[in-house]
C-alpha cells in the first residue's frame, strides 16, 4: 500500500509539471519596446521566446558564406505545440536553401499544407545581431503562396543581448495596386524611348516558355545607361526552376558588362497589370545597387497595361527592408563593378 501510495504521488507530481506552465522567458529573452506594442498575447511571446530557444541548435550549411541562419516556429496543431526548425544550406555557384523556405517546407511536411496556412503565426530567427531585412524577394514569393502572410509575424532574436525585434511580414510586399499611376508625360523617357520599351516587353511576352498554364506570364523590356535595349519572358520548365523575365533581361546586360540600366517596363496580359514576383523585385534590386554605389538615379520599375496606362516606382520601393550584395560588401562591388564594365 506504501509502495502504491508513493507511486501515485509520484504520477501525480509528474502530472503536475506536465501540466504547469512553461516559464515565460526561457532564454531570458526580452521584447523590445516596438516589439511589445506590436504583441501583447502572452501564450504568442512564450511560443516565440520557445520558438528561439530552439532556433539556437538548428543545423546549416552556410559553406560559402559562413552566415548562418537559424529559424523556427511554435506551431498549434490537433491540440499540441510542435516547434520545428529551418536552416540555410548554400551550394555550388552560388545557390541556397534558405531559413525560412526551410522551415515552412518542414511544416508542411510534418503537419500538411493547411497548418501552413492556417497556424504559422510567426517566424523566429535566431543570431548574433539582427538586421533590417525582411528576406529575400524569392522566400517572400515563398511566404505569400503558404502561409496566411497578412498576419505572419517575423521575428529576431539578437542572441548578443537577447532581446526580441517583432515585424509584420507584410511591411515587406507592396501589391502593384499600389505602385503609382503615371502618364507617359510623367515618366522621365523620351516618347520614342518608352514606346521602343512598351513594344519590346510586349513582343518579348509572346514569346518564353509556358509549358504550364499561369494567368502570370510577362515579358520585361530594359533600357540601359549606354542606350542599348534588353528584353526576356518568362520560362518554366519540369524541375520547376522558373526563369524570370526581369532576372533575364539584366543577365543579358551584364553578360555585355552593361551594367547601369535606367528603366524596365514589364508588360503582361493586355488591359491588365502585370504581376512582378518578389524574386525578379530582388534582381532589379541588386541591379539597382550598382546605380546606387554609382550616384545613378535608381532604376525605374514601369508597368504597362497595354493600352497607354502606367504604374511607375522604383524597386527600392517595391521591395521594402531589402538586402543586397551592394550594402554588405561595397568595396568588392565597386571593385568588380570598375574591373568589369564596358566602354571605360
Ligand atoms: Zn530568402
Known amino acids: 500500500m506504501k509502495g502504491l501510495t508513493y507511486s501515485l504521488s509520484f504520477f501525480l507530481l509528474v502530472l503536475a509539471s506536465c501540466s504547469h506552465p512553461m516559464p515565460e522567458h526561457t532564454g531570458g529573452w526580452e521584447l523590445t519596446e516596438p516589439a511589445r506594442a506590436l504583441v501583447q498575447d502572452e501564450k504568442l511571446i512564450r511560443q516565440i521566446f520557445r520558438a528561439l530557444d530552439a532556433a539556437e541548435a538548428a543545423g546549416t550549411d552556410p559553406r560559402i558564406s559562413g552566415f548562418h541562419v537559424r529559424a523556427a516556429t511554435t506551431v498549434e496543431h490537433d491540440g499540441t505545440e510542435h516547434v520545428i526548425l529551418g536552416g540555410n544550406t548554400e551550394y555550388e555557384v552560388p545557390e541556397a536553401i534558405h531559413a525560412e523556405t526551410s522551415l515552412l517546407n518542414h511544416v508542411t511536411t510534418l503537419l500538411g499544407r493547411e497548418a501552413t496556412r492556417n497556424s504559422v503565426r510567426f517566424i523566429a530567427f535566431y543570431g548574433e545581431r539582427c538586421g533590417n531585412s525582411l528576406g529575400c524577394g524569392d522566400c517572400r514569393d515563398y511566404e505569400i503562396a503558404t502561409t496566411n502572410y497578412q498576419q505572419l509575424l517575423i521575428v529576431c532574436g539578437q542572441a548578443s543581448d537577447h532581446t526580441v525585434r517583432i515585424r509584420r511580414f507584410s511591411d515587406g510586399t507592396v501589391p502593384e495596386e499600389r505602385f503609382p499611376k503615371a502618364t507617359a508625360e510623367d515618366i522621365p523617357l523620351s516618347k ?107 532604376i525605374l520599375l514601369i508597368l504597362t497595361d497595354g493600352r497607354g496606362k502606367f504604374r511607375m516606382t522604383t524597386f527600392e520601393e517595391a521591395l521594402p527592408h531589402a538586402f543586397s550584395a551592394g550594402a554588405f560588401m561595397p568595396q568588392a562591388v565597386d571593385d568588380f563593378l570598375r574591373s568589369h564594365e564596358a566602354n571605360r
Open 192 to 298: 520614342k524611348e518608352l514606346e521602343s520599351l512598351v513594344q519590346a516587353a510586349l513582343e518579348a511576352r509572346r514569346g518564353g516558355i509556358t509549358l504550364m498554364p499561369t494567368g502570370r506570364h510577362t515579358g520585361a523590356a530594359g533600357l540601359s545607361f549606354a542606350g542599348k535595349t534588353y528584353r526576356a519572358a518568362g520560362a518554366d520548365d519540369a524541375a520547376f526552376h522558373f526563369r524570370y523575365p526581369i532576372g533575364g533581361l539584366l543577365q543579358q546586360a551584364a553578360t555585355e558588362r552593361d551594367y547601369f540600366l535606367r528603366a524596365i517596363v514589364v508588360a503582361g496580359e493586355t488591359g491588365k497589370w502585370p504581376r512582378v514576383s518578389y524574386r525578379d523585385r530582388q534582381y532589379g534590386y541588386e541591379s539597382s545597387g550598382f546605380n546606387r554605389l554609382r550616384g545613378k538615379p535608381a
